[in-house]
């Protein structure tokens, strides 16, 4: 999806698609925020589309910054609290709940480190190799053991949760991460929304399971 404007647009238009979807097939309050990560990825995508398009064309500062920004703040700042805080609220499990406490904590802690950071540095998104790659002055000292917090924030709740197929959401973006890592290490920020969208089909089978699942058991109670 990040490779050109037009294909972060077409992502991040069939992303959303597959949001609005999601959000229409959930019927649990538990699962609202879960099931509303496709539709922010699909503006995310969005946003990255107006940054190749800025990009490309000289004396589009104001759209570029804005873009960047939008970005940045929804693969730094939202998804470390984000994607923990969405898998507590569906935990049933009081043993689940506990474990997770912590990793939302740690989720927070991320989000605002990377807010100071965006808030106090420069960041120069520049095209590189047909990937966008995002440069800035965030100290290189603490990088691996933040992306390490980012990683076990984001990944680790879908592990445990009690939830049916949720791990197997947990396994597609561990992979995903992974992938992205080695061969496109540099564009991590970038690349890895090449995965969005199977990670967005992925939450609305979840999604429609549950519902399923919920519409069986009151017919059956009924």
Partial sequence: ??????????????????????VRKNNDSSSRV??????IFGV???????????????????????????????????????VPLSVLLLEK?????????????????????????????????????????????FPQKWARLVFAGYATATLVPLFISSRRKVWLLGLLMALSCLITGIFYK???????????ALISIMIYFIIADDSARSKGEDGEIS
Avoid at 34 to 39: G, I, V
Avoid at 49 to 74: C, E, H, K, R, T
Avoid at 186 to 196: G, I, N, R
């Fill in 44 to 82: 995310q995508q969005i946003s990255e589309g107006f940054v190749w398009v800025a990009l490309q064309s000289p004396g589009n500062d104001l759209m570029l910054n804005i873009s960047a920004y939008v970005f940045l703040f929804a693969a730094l700042i939202l998804w470390p609290s984000y």
């Fill in 1 to 22: 999806m990040c490779f050109s404007a037009g294909a972060s647009f077409a992502g991040g238009a069939l992303i959303s698609t597959i949001g609005v979807l999601t």
């Fill in 186 to 196: 540099e564009y991590l920020t970038s690349v890895w929304c090449f995965f969005a």
């Fill in 93 to 137: 499990e009081r043993g689940g709940r506990r474990i997770m406490i912590p990793l939302l904590v740690l989720g927070l802690l991320l989000s605002d480190y990377y807010g100071v950071r965006l808030l106090s540095s420069e960041v120069y998104p520049v095209i590189s190799s047909h990937h966008i790659k995002y440069t800035g002055e």
């Fill in 34 to 39: 879960f099931a509303a990560m496709p539709l």
